[in-house]
């Protein structure tokens, strides 16, 4: 199992930038595929960014390619997704998500961090 803890959010100005991280606890989580969602007010939970067990393998939304970083640490049991040139789109609760299978929904949820993105 994985206990995934979210941290990092915040407000910023359009334009800003953001730095998400995830700890993760258990001892399987270097052979897990980690990745983030975000979730706005009336909107369905989205895929923003995944990232493969040993970080090899990345993949993006769209919407946030060439702005988003997604990276991990498996000495320190970390994820972190890096948000440059944040627009008023991408305020949403931002949630961490532990899996077996890279490109796929994981099992595991974080409690989400709120980040507000002000025009």
């Known amino acids: 199992q994985a206990h995934l803890v979210e941290s990092g959010g915040g407000l910023v100005q359009a334009g800003g930038s953001l730095r998400l991280s995830c700890q993760a606890s258990?001892?399987?989580?270097?052979?897990?595929?980690m990745g983030w969602f975000r979730q706005a007010p009336g909107k369905e939970r989205e895929f923003v960014a995944g990232?493969?067990?040993?970080?090899?393998?990345?993949n993006y939304a769209d919407s946030v390619k060439g702005r988003f970083t997604i990276s991990r640490d498996n000495t320190n049991y970390t994820m972190a997704l890096q948000m440059n040139s944040l627009k008023p789109e991408d305020t949403a609760v931002y949630y961490c998500?532990?899996?077996?299978?890279?490109?796929?929904?994981?099992?595991?949820w974080g409690q989400g961090t709120q980040v507000t993105v002000s025009s």
């Open positions: 998500n532990a899996g077996i299978v890279f490109g796929t929904i994981g099992a595991y």
């Open positions: 258990g001892r399987t989580f270097n052979t897990y595929a």
């Open positions: 990232i493969s067990w040993n970080g090899g393998r990345t």
